[in-house]
């Protein structure tokens, strides 16, 4: 079952409430915020997806009460001056308990949202000949100051776009190695030469077999049936370790279940234009 997504809203009242008692713009009660649940199934009823907007509703309320909450039990020496204006904003704002479905609809509403997109993603998985035809600013902004405290010059958010994209173009070779290594530890697990693969966290912008070579094996893209040899796939990255690749792998040998699997973990590095193996691990 996928999640939904809502973007909530102030309403104008809410808007008005907080210019009138000038609320500081910290407390962000003026933004909008997004919230997910899960979605509400095969619609077994009509007004199902009223229910569960209501019942989101109920969580936002229980957020902001908890908030209440803790500013109102925090310890006075802990931010005091602000948690003394989120108790008093909130209390006057939410009201006394029980809250209800009418005091979300006063100050706030639910906008649907059609999915959620990540830059990561979008980046990941649109093709480089894609990305290069979107261009950056080349000079900075003027609200950006070219020196940052610590001491790291900033560059133009072009400069930025186009390392992003030069950091795609290594996808293929770092597959290529990564690739190679893996399949030259399984050819002990099968007598066949076939290996699926599904590069699931990018797109290589062509098919697998066009760009990747290994001696002696014949590769495919996903989709492509296979009874006997390997699939590998390629799972999403770990933050912060982009150059640690992790597979999975399935064994078949003419069944729709696959005989064996296992995973494999290797870290890459580059040396000087050719990326090689550091470390790998194959398990079992």
């Not at 809410?14 to 008692?21: D, I, N, V, Y």
């Not at 990561?120 to 000949?129: A, L, M, N, S, Y």
């Not at 290069?132 to 776009?161: F, M, N």
Request: proline letters at 7%; aromatic letters at 10%.
């Amino acid at each position: 079952m996928m999640a939904m997504f809502y973007v909530l809203r102030p309403t104008q009242a809410l808007r008005q409430w907080l210019e009138e008692r000038n609320v500081p713009r910290w407390m962000w009660l003026d933004r909008p915020h997004v919230w997910s649940q899960m979605g509400v199934g095969d619609h077994d009823y009509v007004g199902q997806e009223e229910n569960a907007q209501t019942f989101l509703k109920l969580a936002v309320l229980a957020s902001f009460q908890g908030d209440l909450e803790r500013a109102t039990h925090s310890p006075i020496h802990v931010m005091a001056d602000h948690e003394e204006v989120r108790r008093q904003v909130l209390g006057e704002l939410l009201g006394p308990p029980p809250l209800t479905v009418e005091v979300f609809d006063r100050w706030w509403f639910l906008e649907p949202a059609e999915g959620l997109h990540t830059v990561e993603g979008t980046i990941g998985h649109t093709p480089v000949p894609t990305l290069r035809k979107v261009r950056g600013p080349e000079v900075l902004s003027p609200t950006v100051d070219a020196e940052s405290y610590t001491g790291r010059r900033i560059h133009p958010v072009g400069q930025w776009w186009e390392d992003s994209i030069r950091e795609r173009e290594e996808d293929v070779p770092r597959l290529q190695v990564a690739v190679s290594w893996v399949l030259e530890r399984l050819t002990e697990k099968t007598p066949h030469r076939t290996c699926v693969i599904r590069t699931r966290p990018f797109s290589l912008g062509a098919r697998v077999q066009d760009v990747l070579h290994v001696p002696g094996w014949t590769l495919h893209e996903r989709g492509a049936s296979l009874l006997e040899g390997i699939k590998l796939t390629l799972e999403e990255p770990v933050w912060g370790f982009e150059d640690v690749w992790n597979f999975t792998y399935r064994v078949y040998a003419g069944e729709r279940r696959s005989v064996s699997k296992g995973t494999a973990s290797l870290q890459l590095e580059k040396s000087g234009e050719s990326w090689t193996v550091r470390s790998g691990s194959l398990e079992p």
